[in-house]
């Protein structure tokens, strides 16, 4: 199986897990991810499963490497959103990390589509709240301690 078939292959899975239905008279497009996402954990072992696999693909087409990674935080984003009881069920509906992963994939296979300002803010963006989530607690903890410490 060569590249484009592999994304055709992709694409029909992508369009089973986000864009399958349509609500009728507004429009919007939902899919199994959204579906098998109210029974809790199936959606998300879903998601990440088919995530997983564009990832994979996007190795194999040599996709720029800063793409893979903002692949992975559309996917974790998913995931932490996904968490929240009724909020990640209807965030599914909207984010849809499968289209955007898919479509980053098919933009940038075979080194074909440029590398964006904008794909090193959404990466850089991700990993400064991941500092912030990170650091806050542990100043927060320091200061705790030295206040009891100091008395």
């Given at each position: 199986m060569d590249n484009r078939e592999r994304l055709e292959a992709l694409r029909r899975l992508q369009?089973?897990?986000?864009?399958?239905?349509?609500?009728?008279?507004i429009g919007v497009r939902f899919g199994w991810d959204a579906i098998l996402g109210l029974v809790p954990g199936v959606g998300d072992a879903m998601t990440t499963l088919f995530a997983l696999t564009l990832l994979v693909q996007a190795v194999r087409m040599r996709v720029p490497r800063i793409i893979q990674l903002r692949m992975v935080f559309n996917t974790l984003l998913d995931l932490l959103i996904g968490v929240l009881p009724v909020v990640g069920d209807v965030a599914d509906v909207f984010w849809k990390s499968n289209a955007?992963?898919?479509?980053?994939?098919?933009?940038?296979?075979?080194?074909?589509?440029?590398v964006t300002t904008g794909d090193w803010l959404f990466v850089g963006g991700v990993l400064a709240v991941c500092a912030a989530v990170t650091?806050?607690?542990?100043?927060?903890?320091?200061?705790?301690?030295?206040s009891v410490a100091g008395g």
């Amino acid at each position: 199986m060569d590249n484009r078939e592999r994304l055709e292959a992709l694409r029909r899975l992508q369009r089973l897990l986000d864009s399958a239905f349509r609500v009728p008279g507004i429009g919007v497009r939902f899919g199994w991810d959204a579906i098998l996402g109210l029974v809790p954990g199936v959606g998300d072992a879903m998601t990440t499963l088919f995530a997983l696999t564009l990832l994979v693909q996007a190795v194999r087409m040599r996709v720029p490497r800063i793409i893979q990674l903002r692949m992975v935080f559309n996917t974790l984003l998913d995931l932490l959103i996904g968490v929240l009881p009724v909020v990640g069920d209807v965030a599914d509906v909207f984010w849809k990390s499968n289209a955007r992963n898919f479509a980053l994939l098919e933009r940038h296979a075979g080194g074909g589509g440029r590398v964006t300002t904008g794909d090193w803010l959404f990466v850089g963006g991700v990993l400064a709240v991941c500092a912030a989530v990170t650091a806050v607690p542990l100043v927060l903890l320091y200061w705790i301690v030295r206040s009891v410490a100091g008395g």
